[in-house]
């Protein structure tokens, strides 16, 4: 299945404004936020953290199977996609985190 396609499968994250990634102290490591260019990975990432509880080496797994074609793009581009990158980090053996979801105000 195709990244857009996946994205229609994903809950909404209309009610979101970003996600933090939390390292093992709880503090932010890095932020998504739901603008373009970001959204879909947010939607990635929040509906990973609900399945996992948190972005672990599973939910790594899971989510480069979501972002499809960008996968493969990411790994022979690294540093075009930080999110799939991110990812591919954690499931070569990285560290998770946790995740703070930001409502929108």
Known sequence: MAFADTLQ???SVNHLAALHLLDAAGEPVATIENKPGQA??????AALAARHGGITPAAAQEGLVLYAEHTADARAHPGRHPNIDRLL?????????????????
């Open 9 to 11: 499968q994903l809950p």
């Open 40 to 45: 879909g990975s947010l939607a990635v990432y």
């Open 89 to 105: 980090q954690l499931a070569a053996g990285g560290p998770g985190w946790g995740v703070r979801l930001v409502p929108r105000g």
